[in-house]
């Protein structure tokens, strides 16, 4: 019969598998993040175990040297000698984290992590690991939705952490820093003790000693609790996320163009979401608030100076509200007496709308010849400008009115011009003149704002 030493073992490593198989059942190569503690080195076991009895898994251990304790370099050290007697790739670096966080005005706990998931990246990226996986477990999911609770956050914020976001792979979600404590024990697994994990000074650490003990005193699951609230913002956080996903976004002139939803909640996630991957920082509830108070056909809110997002018709723009980059290109239309010539080509692509010039046939030159060149038309690519008409004299402005154009595609959408009269704007007119003189404007990209 097995010891109870021995059928927990045996269950926590059968639990790691489950959780393998259940999350990440195609991915053969990872790059584990080991500190040296007491999670790291139970993660290493677990991942060589693993290892060992599917030979087509590939593990790397990158360890960050952060030099913020004398320690440090034993730490490092330690890791390395544990590679190296199991056959493990090993990857390190060193940084100075107080002069980071001085020069990037952080916290030396935001610092050290910048440096450290750099790090990881860079190694990854490298050696072509497909997942990075770190150790957090779920007593640092509690910590972390306690602190995101004391500053604020909202339902799809409170965890934090996700047992996986892009290419990061958190395995130990599951488990309870006891267990896998309780798991090191029964293998005899040797790791180092950070002192710092004590020093309450870290907001941290402050919450892990002193509100957390409290907290179990109500519910001595309380870890478990967390777990399940968090799991079920995951699953909500990842129908929203499918919700978003089907729904057309366009990249265009460095802006993220998109239609909005009609929900209000869908509305907040859309916007919050994308300026996140957009911008790279979130935006808080204030931000929001005005964007959501905004009651109009077409406005704009700023973020950040110049970012921020317009608003016109339905649609949106995220990116620059103030500056949109002019844009003027000529081309001209030879007519020689066996052939005809586009200069200096037939084709252009700007603000991801593809322009192709055609001839079909003689081109005629009824009218439309320039004075200065008789055998020659001159045509521009550029932006609208305020008063534009077009060659049947109607104001381009009123086009865009009636078939709803949002107000910052106006200034993006390229406009072909002849002798100063808009004769093509791709997917909204296209004047009758072309056909009259032989010449076709063939378009493609851009967006379908009238879906």
Not at 218 to 237: G, V
Not at 342 to 355: A, C, L, M, R, V
Not at 387 to 400: N, P, S, V
């Amino acid at each position: 019969m097995l010891s109870n030493t021995n059928k927990f073992e045996r269950e926590f490593y059968s639990k790691f598998i489950k959780v393998i198989d259940d999350y990440v059942p195609r991915i053969r190569s990872f790059l584990l993040a080991v500190s040296g503690g007491v999670d790291s080195i139970t993660m290493l076991d677990l991942f060589k175990r693993l290892r060992d009895e599917r030979k087509d898994i590939v593990i790397g251990v990158a360890t960050y040297n952060h030099k913020l304790r004398p320690e440090a370099d034993i730490e490092v050290e330690f890791v390395r000698q544990i590679c190296l007697a199991k056959d493990i790739p090993f990857y390190t670096s060193v940084g100075d984290v107080t002069e980071y966080a001085q020069a990037n005005k952080l916290s030396i706990e935001e610092a050290a992590r910048e440096l450290r998931y750099d790090f990881l990246e860079k190694i990854s990226t490298e050696n072509s690991y497909e997942l990075i996986v770190t150790a957090h477990n779920a007593n640092d999911l509690l910590e972390t939705m306690i602190l995101r609770l004391s500053k604020g956050t909202g339902p799809f914020g409170l965890t934090g952490l996700r047992l996986i976001s892009k290419n990061r792979f958190r395995p130990l979600l599951f488990f309870t820093r006891s267990e896998i404590e309780e798991y090191a024990q029964s293998k005899n697994l040797e790791f180092v003790v950070d002192a710092s994990n004590y020093d309450q000074h870290y907001e941290r650490n402050y919450i892990r000693h002193s509100i957390v003990p409290l907290l179990r005193k109500l519910n001595p699951q309380i870890e478990k609790s967390a777990l399940s609230l968090a799991r079920s913002t995951w699953e909500l956080d990842t129908f929203v996320d499918k919700l978003l996903a089907s729904k057309p976004r366009y990249y265009i002139a460095q802006r993220l163009i998109f239609r909005l939803e009609e929900d209000t909640l869908l509305r907040v996630e859309q916007i919050r979401r994308y300026a996140l991957e957009f911008f790279g920082k979130p935006i808080d509830r204030e931000k929001i608030e005005r964007f959501l108070k905004a009651n109009k056909k077409s406005y704009k809110v700023s973020f950040w100076g110049d970012l921020g997002v317009e608003v016109s018709h339905g649609w949106v723009m995220m990116g620059d509200i103030n500056k949109y980059e002019h844009f003027y290109y000529d081309f001209n239309i030879i007519i020689e007496e066996d052939r005809i010539n586009i200069y200096p080509q037939d084709h252009i692509k700007i603000n991801g709308y593809f322009i192709k010039f055609k001839v079909g046939g003689i081109i005629s030159k009824g009218g439309i010849i320039s004075k200065e060149c008789s055998n020659r038309i001159e045509l521009e690519i550029r932006n609208w400008i305020e008063g534009d008409r077009t060659h049947e004299g109607k104001k381009l402005k009123e086009i865009f009115n009636e078939k709803r154009v949002p107000t910052f595609l106006r200034r993006l959408i390229p406009l072909v011009v002849m002798d100063d009269k808009v004769v093509f704007v791709p997917k909204i007119y296209k004047s009758r003149v072309l056909d009259d003189i032989g010449l076709d404007i063939v378009s493609k990209g851009g967006i379908n704002f009238e879906s």
